[in-house]
C-alpha cells in the first residue's frame, strides 16, 4: 500500500504554494508607494515597514473604518483628509451626524454649514439631473426612511405629485434641465394634494390624507430644512477643501438621514458626470461617520457607490462604532478596511464573517491599542500574500491648539500597559468650550478653568476638572453627560465619580 504518490509539478506551481506558513504582511513593494502619489499612514506591526495608502492599485478608493468609541477612528479620518489635501488637492465633504469635526474644521480654516440653523437644501433641487431621476431617489429616500413602501398607493400618489409639480413648474420629466430654473418644492407637491382632496373626486381620501401627513413632516413651519429654496450649493461645497455639513443640529435622526441621502445622490450625480480618471487623484473625499441608517439600508446610495467602484471622482468614507450598523456589502466592496479595536464577540463573528481574515488576525484586533489596526485592501490584480496586515501604529496629525484632559491616573496599571484605552482627550478650545456650556458651565467657571489649563501647558488631570466642576455644584447628571460626550467608558465614569 503506497501512502505517499508522487506527483510532477511545476516549480511555479510549488512557490504557490504556503506548505508552512503565510508571509503574515504583504511585502515591502506594496506596502511603500510614491510618497507624491500616497497618504503615509504608520508602520506595520511585524517587519516595521512605513505604510503609505495609495488606490491607485486598488479595486476602489473607498475606505470603511470600524472600531469602538476611542479607537481612533475620527483621529485617522482627520489626517486621511489632511494628508490627501497636499497629496492630492482633494477637495472633503464631511457629512458630519453628531457635529464631532465642527472645531476641527473650522481650526483648520474650513467651512462650517449647519443645516436647521438658517441654511436649507431644497431636495427637489435638480442639479443638472432629469426629473424623474430626482423623484425616483426622492421616493428612495422615503422608502429607507419610512414605512411608504408598505402602502402602494400613497406611495403612487407621493410619486405622481412629486411629478406634476415639476411639470406645473416648467419642467420636462425626461431631459436634463435648463441650468438656472428654480426647482418646486415638498410644499408645491402637498399643495397639489390638498386641492386633490378638496375636490372630493378621489376615491381613497383617507389615502390621499395620510399622503399629505406624511410629506407635512419635512414642511412644517420651522422644520422646512428640506422644503424651501436651496440655500447651499453641493456642488460648489464639493470644490471648497475641507467642509463640514454639521447635521447635529436638525431634530432628529429621520432629518439628519435624508440630508445624508441628499448630500450623497447630489454629489455622486455631479460626479458622474466628471467620471473617473486615475491620474487626476482624488477630487473628493466624502465622509459618513457614525452615518447608520445611510450605511445599513441596501437601498442606499452609500452601498451603490462603493459597488459601482471607480465611477466616480471621489472617494467614500463610511465610519462607525458599530460594525452591524455597515451593510456587508460596504466591507466587502471598498478597497481598503481598517478595523481598529473591537471587542464584542458578535461584532467580530460579523466582519470576520464579511472579510475572511484569519483567527490570528482576530484575536489581534480584539486586543489593540488606541491608533492600532488591522488594515484590508483589494488589489486590482490577484495577489500571493495576505490582504490583511497589522499596522503598529497610526501616525496622525496633532491638533495645533489641544487642550488636553489627562485621564492616566484612573486607569490601572494593567489597562495603562495593555494601551487599551487613550490616556487623555484632546479638544480644541472652540470645542472644549463648546462643550463646557452644554453642561451648563458658567461663563466665568469656563474663563477659570481656560485660565488654569493655559498656567499648565494647555493640559488638565480629569480628577481636577472635575473637582472644579463640583465646587461650582455642576450636577452629577451633568457631569456623566460631559464623560459621557468624551466616550468614555461606563467603568471608567464610575471610578472618576467615586474617586472625586
Ligand atoms: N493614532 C493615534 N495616535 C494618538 N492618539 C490617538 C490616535 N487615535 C486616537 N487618538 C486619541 O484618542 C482619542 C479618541 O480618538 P477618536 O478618534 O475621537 O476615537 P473614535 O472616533 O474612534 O471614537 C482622541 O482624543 C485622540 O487624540
Ligand atoms: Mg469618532
Not at 477612528?73 to 457629512?95: C, M
Amino acid at each position: 500500500m503506497t501512502i505517499i504518490k508522487f506527483q510532477h509539478i511545476m516549480s511555479n506551481d510549488v512557490a504557490k504554494r504556503a506548505f508552512l506558513s503565510r508571509p503574515p504582511e504583504p511585502p515591502a513593494g506594496v506596502l511603500l508607494n510614491d510618497p507624491f502619489q500616497s497618504i503615509y499612514i504608520g508602520i506595520t506591526k511585524i517587519f516595521k515597514i512605513p505604510f503609505s495608502w495609495s488606490f491607485l492599485n486598488l479595486t476602489n478608493p473607498h475606505i470603511c473604518v470600524v472600531g469602538i468609541t476611542g479607537a481612533g477612528k475620527s483621529y485617522f479620518v482627520k489626517t486621511l483628509l489632511i494628508r490627501a489635501s497636499y497629496i492630492w488637492n482633494s477637495n472633503a465633504i464631511i457629512i458630519d451626524w453628531a457635529g464631532e469635526y465642527k472645531a476641527w474644521v473650522k481650526q483648520s480654516g474650513g467651512i462650517v454649514v449647519s443645516l436647521g440653523k438658517g441654511d436649507y437644501l431644497n431636495i427637489m433641487d435638480l442639479s443638472g439631473m432629469k426629473p424623474l431621476d430626482r423623484v425616483k431617489q426622492i421616493m428612495n429616500s422615503l422608502d429607507i426612511l419610512t414605512d411608504i413602501s408598505m402602502y402602494a398607493e400613497q406611495r403612487r400618489l407621493t410619486d405622481e405629485a412629486l411629478e406634476q409639480c415639476y411639470l406645473n413648474a416648467g419642467f420636462a420629466l425626461a431631459e436634463i434641465p435648463p441650468p438656472d430654473k428654480d426647482a418646486p418644492t415638498i410644499k408645491d407637491a402637498i399643495s397639489l394634494l390638498e386641492e386633490k382632496l378638496q375636490e372630493g373626486t378621489y376615491t381613497y381620501p383617507a389615502e390621499l390624507e395620510n399622503t399629505i401627513y406624511r410629506l407635512r413632516q419635512f414642511a412644517r413651519e420651522g422644520e422646512d430644512y428640506f422644503a424651501r429654496k436651496s440655500t447651499l450649493d453641493l456642488a460648489k461645497l464639493a470644490s471648497s477643501g475641507l467642509v463640514s455639513i454639521d447635521l447635529s443640529t436638525l431634530p432628529d435622526e429621520k432629518f439628519r438621514a435624508l440630508a445624508g441621502l441628499f448630500i450623497l445622490q447630489t454629489l455622486k450625480e455631479k460626479m458622474r458626470t466628471e467620471g473617473w480618471s486615475g491620474s487626476k487623484g482624488l477630487k473628493a473625499i466624502v465622509v459618513l461617520d457614525e452615518a447608520w441608517k445611510i450605511a445599513s439600508d441596501e437601498k442606499s446610495d452609500a452601498i451603490m457607490i462603493v459597488r459601482e467602484g471607480r465611477k466616480y471622482q471621489f472617494g467614500l468614507i463610511v465610519a462607525s462604532q458599530n460594525p452591524t450598523d455597515i451593510h456587508e456589502a460596504i466591507f466587502s466592496n471598498v478597497g481598503t478596511n481598517f478595523i481598529l479595536r473591537i471587542k464584542f464577540e458578535k461584532f467580530l463573528d460579523y466582519i470576520q464573517g464579511s472579510l475572511n481574515f484569519s483567527n490570528f488576525i482576530r484575536s489581534e484586533i480584539s486586543k489593540f491599542g488606541v491608533g492600532q489596526a488591522a488594515v484590508e485592501m483589494a488589489f486590482q490584480t490577484s495577489l500571493r500574500f495576505p490582504e490583511t496586515f497589522v499596522l503598529q501604529q497610526i501616525h496622525g496629525e496633532e491638533p495645533l491648539y489641544a487642550y488636553t484632559v489627562d485621564i492616566t491616573d484612573i486607569l490601572t496599571q494593567p489597562e495603562l500597559q495593555a494601551n487599551i484605552m487613550p490616556r487623555s482627550y484632546e479638544f480644541e478650545k472652540e470645542e472644549l468650550r463648546n462643550k463646557f456650556i452644554e453642561y451648563n458651565i458658567g461663563s466665568n467657571e469656563i474663563d477659570s478653568i481656560f485660565k488654569t489649563l493655559d498656567e499648565n501647558q494647555r493640559s488638565i488631570k480629569m480628577l481636577d476638572l472635575i473637582r472644579i466642576f463640583k465646587q461650582n455644584n455642576i450636577t452629577v447628571q451633568n457631569i456623566m453627560a460631559f464623560l459621557k460626550s468624551l466616550s468614555i467608558e461606563d467603568v471608567i465614569i464610575t471610578r472618576i465619580l467615586s474617586k472625586t
